[in-house]
């Protein structure tokens, strides 16, 4: 079983950076792709970011693509997800998603088989 637990949302103004970790249990964690995603008010949720296991090989969203930045640490058994530049249409819950599978990357939500509970995000202009 794997447990995954965001934390390092807030409030910051546009132009801004951030810094969201998630932080996970289970021995097993480290051979799961893991993946960002994020849901606005009213809006469905929306993959961000992904890392693989092994190489890691990342997969970014076009709307996040330059400015986003996912990482890795298998012995801290930790992915961050670096923020800058950030614009208020940045602003959503962000959620932290491991993919049991060790031979993708993927975006698909429906892939994704563990989930943290969320990080808030806000980003004013």
């Known amino acids: 079983q794997v447990q995954l637990v965001e934390s390092g949302g807030g409030l910051v103004q546009a132009g801004g950076s951030l810094r969201v970790s998630c932080a996970a249990s289970g021995r097993t964690w480290r051979t799961y792709a893991t993946g960002w995603f994020r849901q606005a008010p009213g809006k469905e949720r929306e993959f961000v970011a992904a890392i693989a296991w092994s190489d890691g090989e990342t997969d970014y969203a076009d709307s996040v693509k330059d400015r986003f930045t996912i990482s890795r640490d298998n012995i801290q058994n930790t992915v961050v997800l670096e923020m800058n530049n950030l614009k208020p249409e940045d602003t959503a819950v962000y959620y932290c998603?491991?993919?049991?599978?060790?031979?993708?990357?993927?975006?698909?939500?429906?892939?994704?088989?563990?989930w943290g509970q969320g990080t808030q995000v806000t980003v004013s202009s």
């Open positions: 998603a491991a993919d049991r599978s060790a031979y993708r990357l993927t975006r698909r939500e429906s892939d994704y088989d563990y």
